[in-house]
C-alpha cells in the first residue's frame, strides 16, 4: 500500500468547501490529523494538503469488494489481496471488507487465513476483516453464485467452528434449514448477518431479525419479489426488506444494477442512515470490456460499464468501485452531497461494526480522509494521515 509522505502520519487539509465529518455535522475547519488519527492538533508539523474548495469526508467504507485488477479475493495469494486494496485505496475506498463469494470449503478456509495473516501481521491497512458472501444461499436466489458450491447452514456452521479470527460479516439466506442456528452462532460472537439470495419470507426475515440478523445484501439483487399465487399478493424479501426497520440495507449504484427510480425507493424507504453504498466490485474492475474473469467459483465477462455470468443470464457483481457510485447515486437520486457521503462512510461503517473509528471525522477517529470534486469524484485520498500517492500497483494490464 503506497501510503506515501507524511511520514508521521500528520497532516491538516484545509481550504475545504465543507467537511462532512460525521452524518448531520458539517463545518469548514481544517482537518488536523497527529499520528494517523484525527486531532484537535498537532505539534509534529503536520504535512498540509489543500483540498482546494473541494469536498471533505472520511476515506470511503465499502463492505461489498470482491476483487479488481483481474484478481479475486478468494486467491489466497497476498499479493492478489494487495493488489485488489491498492486498486481500491487509489479510488478512495480506505477501509474495505474482503468479499468472499461462493467456493469450495478448503478455498474459502484458505482466503480466511490469508485476510487473518494480513490483519495479525498489521499488512493491510484498509482491510478490516472478512464478508462471506455464502455459500449458504437460495438456489433460486443464487444470481451468481456456483450453484454446486453452495452448502447447508449446517455444513457452514461446521465450515466456521472454531470461528475464523478474520470473519467480520456473513450474507446467507435466514429461510434454509438450520439457518436459525447458524445465525445465533455468529452473532453470539459478534459477526454480523446479512439477508442476501434469499426467498426469506417477512416471517423468516422477522426470526432472523430477533436472532440478530442486522443487514440486507444489495436489495433487488438476489431478493425474491411479490408473487400473487391466487387472489392474494404475498411480498418477498424486497418487499419485506422496505418495510423493514431498523436494519441496515446495500444498494449497487452503478446505474446497471438499479435504475434511478428504484435508487430513490430504497433512499425513502431507509434513508441516509440505514441505506449503505456498494461496490460488489469483481475482480473485472479496472479491465478491458471483454476480458474474462473468476469470482469465487464463477466466470464473468466485462462489459461496457458491467459484468455479467458468461451465459448472461445474470448480472456478475459490478466493474465500478464505490467511489464512482457514490457519485452515480448522487446524479440519479439528487440526494445532498452529506447524505450520499454518509451513505458510503458512516451508514456501511456502522452495518459493519466499524464506527465510528472508520466512517467519520470525530476526533480520535482514523485519519482517512478523501477530497471530493464538486461532482463527488476523487481528488486526493488519504490513509492514516498519509496523502496516497502514485499508481495503483500493476493489475492484470
Ligand atoms: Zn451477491
Ligand atoms: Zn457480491
Not at 121 to 129: E, I, V, Y
Not at 235 to 251: C, I, M, R
Given at each position: 500500500m503506497r501510503a506515501e509522505g507524511g511520514g508521521t502520519g500528520c497532516a491538516v487539509v484545509h481550504s475545504a468547501?465543507?467537511?462532512?465529518?460525521?452524518?448531520?455535522?458539517?463545518?469548514?475547519?481544517?482537518?488536523?490529523?497527529?499520528?494517523?488519527?484525527?486531532?484537535?492538533?498537532?505539534?509534529?508539523?503536520?504535512?498540509?494538503?489543500?483540498?482546494d474548495g473541494g469536498v471533505v469526508?472520511?476515506?470511503?467504507v465499502d463492505i461489498h469488494v470482491h476483487g479488481a485488477a483481474g484478481h479475486d479475493l478468494t486467491?489466497?495469494?497476498?499479493?492478489?489481496?494487495?493488489?485488489?486494496?491498492d486498486a481500491h485505496l487509489h479510488a478512495g475506498s480506505t477501509t474495505v471488507l474482503a468479499t468472499l463469494a461462493s467456493t469450495g470449503p478448503a478455498g474459502t478456509a484458505a482466503a480466511l487465513a490469508t485476510a487473518a495473516?494480513?490483519?495479525d501481521g498489521g499488512l493491510a491497512p484498509t482491510l478490516a476483516g472478512v464478508?462471506?458472501?455464502?455459500?449458504?444461499?437460495?438456489?433460486?436466489?443464487?444470481?451468481?453464485?456456483?450453484?454446486?458450491?453452495?452448502r447447508t447452514a449446517t455444513e457452514v456452521l461446521h465450515e466456521l467452528t472454531p470461528l475464523p479470527t478474520a470473519l467480520r460479516m456473513v450474507t446467507l439466506a435466514p429461510e434454509l434449514p438450520g439457518a436459525g442456528t447458524l445465525i445465533s452462532y455468529l452473532t453470539g460472537q459478534g459477526v454480523r448477518v446479512s439477508a442476501g439470495h434469499s426467498a426469506a419470507t417477512p416471517e423468516d426475515l422477522a426470526r432472523a431479525q430477533r436472532l440478530g440478523l442486522s443487514h440486507l445484501a444489495?436489495?433487488?439483487?438476489?431478493?425474491?419479489?411479490?408473487?400473487?399465487?391466487?387472489?392474494?399478493?404475498?411480498?418477498?424479501?424486497?418487499?419485506?426488506?422496505l418495510a423493514s426497520d431498523g436494519l441496515t440495507a446495500e444498494v449497487i449504484a452503478d446505474g446497471h444494477h438499479l435504475?434511478?427510480?428504484?435508487?430513490?425507493?430504497?433512499?425513502?424507504c431507509f434513508g441516509p442512515q440505514r441505506l449503505c453504498l456498494v461496490s460488489d466490485a469483481t475482480a473485472g474492475t479496472g479491465l478491458a470490456v471483454g476480458s474474462a474473469f473468476r469470482t469465487g467459483a464463477s466466470r464473468g465477462r466485462v462489459h461496457d460499464g458491467y459484468a455479467a455470468t458468461e451465459d448472461r443470464t445474470s448480472l456478475c457483481g459490478s466493474v465500478t468501485p464505490l467511489a464512482v457510485t457514490t457519485a452515480r447515486m448522487r446524479e440519479l437520486t439528487g440526494a445532498p452531497a452529506g447524505d450520499v457521503v454518509t451513505m458510503a462512510t458512516a451508514t456501511p461503517a456502522r452495518a459493519a461494526g466499524l464506527y465510528p473509528r472508520k466512517g467519520s471525522l470525530l476526533p480520535g477517529a482514523d485519519?482517512?480522509?478523501?477530497?471530493?470534486?464538486?461532482?463527488?469524484?476523487v481528488r486526493t485520498v488519504i490513509l492514516g494521515g498519509r496523502p496516497v500517492t502514485g499508481e495503483p500497483r500493476g493489475g492484470a494490464r
Amino acid at each position: 500500500m503506497r501510503a506515501e509522505g507524511g511520514g508521521t502520519g500528520c497532516a491538516v487539509v484545509h481550504s475545504a468547501a465543507s467537511v462532512h465529518a460525521a452524518p448531520g455535522l458539517q463545518h469548514r475547519e481544517p482537518v488536523v490529523i497527529c499520528r494517523g488519527r484525527v486531532s484537535v492538533g498537532c505539534p509534529h508539523g503536520p504535512v498540509p494538503v489543500d483540498a482546494d474548495g473541494g469536498v471533505v469526508g472520511p476515506g470511503l467504507v465499502d463492505i461489498h469488494v470482491h476483487g479488481a485488477a483481474g484478481h479475486d479475493l478468494t486467491e489466497p495469494d497476498p499479493a492478489a489481496w494487495h493488489r485488489v486494496l491498492d486498486a481500491h485505496l487509489h479510488a478512495g475506498s480506505t477501509t474495505v471488507l474482503a468479499t468472499l463469494a461462493s467456493t469450495g470449503p478448503a478455498g474459502t478456509a484458505a482466503a480466511l487465513a490469508t485476510a487473518a495473516r494480513l490483519l495479525d501481521g498489521g499488512l493491510a491497512p484498509t482491510l478490516a476483516g472478512v464478508h462471506l458472501e455464502g455459500p449458504c444461499l437460495a438456489e433460486t436466489q443464487r444470481g451468481a453464485h456456483e450453484a454446486g458450491h453452495l452448502r447447508t447452514a449446517t455444513e457452514v456452521l461446521h465450515e466456521l467452528t472454531p470461528l475464523p479470527t478474520a470473519l467480520r460479516m456473513v450474507t446467507l439466506a435466514p429461510e434454509l434449514p438450520g439457518a436459525g442456528t447458524l445465525i445465533s452462532y455468529l452473532t453470539g460472537q459478534g459477526v454480523r448477518v446479512s439477508a442476501g439470495h434469499s426467498a426469506a419470507t417477512p416471517e423468516d426475515l422477522a426470526r432472523a431479525q430477533r436472532l440478530g440478523l442486522s443487514h440486507l445484501a444489495h436489495l433487488w439483487s438476489g431478493q425474491s419479489t411479490l408473487t400473487r399465487p391466487d387472489l392474494h399478493r404475498i411480498p418477498g424479501l424486497l418487499e419485506a426488506s422496505l418495510a423493514s426497520d431498523g436494519l441496515t440495507a446495500e444498494v449497487i449504484a452503478d446505474g446497471h444494477h438499479l435504475p434511478a427510480a428504484l435508487l430513490t425507493i430504497a433512499l425513502r424507504c431507509f434513508g441516509p442512515q440505514r441505506l449503505c453504498l456498494v461496490s460488489d466490485a469483481t475482480a473485472g474492475t479496472g479491465l478491458a470490456v471483454g476480458s474474462a474473469f473468476r469470482t469465487g467459483a464463477s466466470r464473468g465477462r466485462v462489459h461496457d460499464g458491467y459484468a455479467a455470468t458468461e451465459d448472461r443470464t445474470s448480472l456478475c457483481g459490478s466493474v465500478t468501485p464505490l467511489a464512482v457510485t457514490t457519485a452515480r447515486m448522487r446524479e440519479l437520486t439528487g440526494a445532498p452531497a452529506g447524505d450520499v457521503v454518509t451513505m458510503a462512510t458512516a451508514t456501511p461503517a456502522r452495518a459493519a461494526g466499524l464506527y465510528p473509528r472508520k466512517g467519520s471525522l470525530l476526533p480520535g477517529a482514523d485519519g482517512d480522509v478523501v477530497v471530493l470534486g464538486p461532482d463527488l469524484s476523487v481528488r486526493t485520498v488519504i490513509l492514516g494521515g498519509r496523502p496516497v500517492t502514485g499508481e495503483p500497483r500493476g493489475g492484470a494490464r
